[in-house]
């Protein structure tokens, strides 16, 4: 059974620290592309970070570069959105996504965490 779980949201005040951490179970995680989207109240939603699934390297979009990284971990099966410097503009519903590479097919969401940025 595919699982992918996100956790470690919650409120914040603006110039602080959370970090995200995604647990996946059910497929092979190592051929799997795992990306951070988020969905800010009514808005659409976007993709903040793109974790490689050969090199691990992590690509960030513009607006959270300097701030946000990504890991992942292969032995566990995980992966990790470590936000510094956080705005309001933040805030949103963070989710975890795996897409299949080289032959896997899957294309697997979490549940979500809210992530809000207030003082």
């Known amino acids: 059974q595919v699982q992918v779980v996100e956790s470690g949201g919650g409120l914040v005040q603006p110039g602080g620290s959370l970090t995200l951490s995604c647990a996946t179970s059910?497929?092979?995680?190592?051929?799997?592309?795992i990306r951070w989207y988020r969905q800010p109240p009514g808005k659409e939603r976007e993709y903040v970070v793109i974790i490689s699934a050969a090199t691990g390297v992590a690509t960030v979009i513009d607006s959270v570069k300097g701030r946000f990284t990504a890991v992942r971990d292969n032995d566990r099966n995980m992966a990790f959105l470590q936000m510094n410097s956080l705005k309001p503009e933040d805030t949103a519903v963070y989710y975890c996504?795996?897409?299949?590479?080289?032959?896997?097919?899957?294309?697997?969401w979490g549940q979500g965490t809210q992530v809000t940025v207030s003082s």
């Open positions: 996504n795996a897409r299949g590479t080289g032959g896997m097919t899957g294309d697997y």
């Open positions: 059910g497929f092979n995680f190592r051929h799997y592309v």
